[in-house]
Antibody, heavy 123, light 107 residues
Framework: EVQLVESGGGLVQPGGSLRLSCATSGFTFSDHYMDWVRQAPGKGLEWVGRTRNKANSYSTEYAASVKGRFTVSRDDSKNSLYLQMNSLEIEDTAVYYC??????????????WGRGTLVTVSS | DIQMTQSPSSLSASVGDRVTITCRASQGISNYLAWFQQKPGKAPKSLIYGASSLQSGVPSKFSGSGSGTDFTLTISSLQPEDFATYYCQQHDTYPLTFGGGTKVEMK
């Protein structure tokens, strides 16, 4: 079965750090770009960041709101995606989704989502 | 950044209705436009990519069209399981950006 399962969410104080994980199965993880997307309570979807695949040097892209604070990484040997979040702010409170991206027409698009993990930043 | 504007932000419809949601990009994105469905408390589900290509397993009652800056998602005959919030997203340029969502409610 193809699936993405996030873990690592929880309550953290402002200024703190947290590392999210996304365990995948059922597909060739190393072929795909992988993304993190978040959703603040009662709000819409916000893309957080992306890691490309090995063929594209595992390069990364970030939203301006998290650049310099968050790091997206992957371990193809473990079929896993990670999000290291530092200097957390109250505005980072959200459900964080792991998303798989596939390619067509020279662009990459989300095609599979995990169930999400809740991160709450509060004192 | 490319701004994605959806309209309406909400709509009321009945089972069997044809529903159309519009998404406009602040600059041209060719056909690099995706649509997602999200139900309360659930993860988004991918419906369409490349403006009009259906994701595997998505029923043909969903269709997408458009290119450049103006796009539409159509549900040909609304069913009870289709009441949800729908988001568009451009997958042309970084940062990837989403529309604000359209909530489809039961009339």
């Amino acid at each position: 079965e193809v699936q993405l399962v996030e873990s690592g969410g929880g309550l953290v104080q402002p200024g703190g750090s947290l590392r999210l994980s996304c365990a995948t199965s059922g597909f060739t993880f190393s072929d795909h770009y992988m993304d993190w997307v978040r959703q603040a309570p009662g709000k819409g979807l916000e893309w957080v960041g992306r890691t490309r695949n090995k063929a594209n040097s595992y390069s990364t892209e970030y939203a301006a709101s998290v650049k310099g604070r968050f790091t997206v990484s992957r371990d193809d040997s473990k079929n896993s995606l990670y999000l290291q979040m530092n200097s957390l702010e109250i505005e980072d409170t959200a459900v964080y989704y792991c998303a798989r991206s596939s390619t067509a027409m020279s662009r990459w698009y989300f095609d599979l989502w995990g169930r999400g993990t809740l991160v709450t930043v509060s004192s | 950044d490319i701004q994605m504007t959806q309209s309406p932000s909400s709509l009321s419809a009945s089972v069997g209705d044809r529903v159309t949601i519009t998404c406009r990009a602040s600059q041209g994105i060719s056909n690099y436009l995706a649509w997602f469905q999200q139900k309360p408390g659930k993860a988004p589900k991918s419906l369409i990519y490349g403006a009009s290509s259906l994701q595997s397993g998505v029923p043909s009652k969903f269709s997408g069209s458009g290119s450049g800056t103006d796009f539409t998602l159509t549900i040909s005959s609304l069913q009870p399981e289709d009441f949800a919030t729908y988001y568009c997203q451009q997958h042309d340029t970084y940062p990837l950006t989403f529309g604000g969502g359209t909530k489809v409610e039961m009339k």
